[in-house]
Each structure stands twice: as structure tokens, then as C-alpha cells.
């Protein structure tokens, strides 16, 4: 429950610097919580952020809440957010491949991206070829300036973790 995490937790020192031209991977069970942090801060710097959910963990009020601490006013901060969710790989990789454009200097955070993908009613060639394609843009979109940071987890189905080594190689380039 990430409206009840103390926002303390995160140090300075344990604070991820996503920076331009790469993609960041995060995974492990906290990595919602880091990439929310990382929104709530870039909100409050007046960056653009742009935000794919693949699993509705987004969570306003926690935004709203670290941008209050650190004097912005939440309303501003959640303005410069936009959110848009996904329930399927094909409408994320829509969404990536088609609806995404952002001022190169924007923010990309693609929240549990896997998640659509580990849809066992998609064919793996399919989920294999839709994710690949979605990589291509965010990688395009990182070279021509953009922050790109993923949050991940690994399959529960041992047959899709294909997908999962594709993201984590995507990540490594």
C-alpha cells in the first residue's frame, strides 16, 4: 500500500538518477515505490511526465502527498502527470508506439510493463513481437532525449520469462 509508505524511506543516497538517453530497469519489490518517488520528484522540478500503467499502481495520492512535503503544491505537481493505463499488451504497445509523444526533454515511466505481456491468452510470438516493438520506441525516444525508466517483475509462468530477459537486455543496451 503505497499511500501509507513513509516518503523518508527513500535517502538521497538511495535515490535512482534516471537520466536522458538510457532506460532504467527496476525491479524488485519496492520498485514502484521508487519510480513513484522519482515522478513526484520530477513533477516537482517541472519536468513532463508521462505515465504507462500496466498494472494500475499509479497512485495520485502518494504523488500529491511527496509534493506537498517538498513545498509544490500538489495540484501543479499532478498537472505536469500524464496518465494513461493499460489492460492489454496490444493497447500498451498502442499506446508506445502510437500515442506516446513527448517534448524530448519528458519523462517516460512505464509502471509493471510485463504485466500486460504475461497474458498467457496472448500468443508468446505475439507478446515477443509486440514487446520488442514497444523497446524500439522507448529506446528512440531515450536517444532523442527523453528519461525512460521500466518497473518489472519476473513471470510467474516460466514460459514467459523470454520476456522478461528481453526487457532486462533492453535495459543493459
Known sequence: MLAAMNPEIFSHSEQMS????????????DATARALYSIARLAAENRAIYVLDGANKFDAYWIARLARGWGSAPEIALARVRLSRAFTCYQMRELIARKLNPPASSAIFCLRLLDTFYDEDVPLADAVRLLRQSLARLR?????????????????????????NVVRQAAME
Open 18 to 29: 534516471p537520466r536522458a538517453g538510457q532506460i532504467l530497469l527496476l525491479s524488485g519489490d
Open 140 to 164: 528512440a525516444l531515450a536517444r532523442a532525449g527523453a528519461i525512460v525508466v521500466m518497473t518489472a517483475r519476473a513471470p510467474a509462468a516460466r514460459a514467459r520469462v523470454v520476456l522478461w
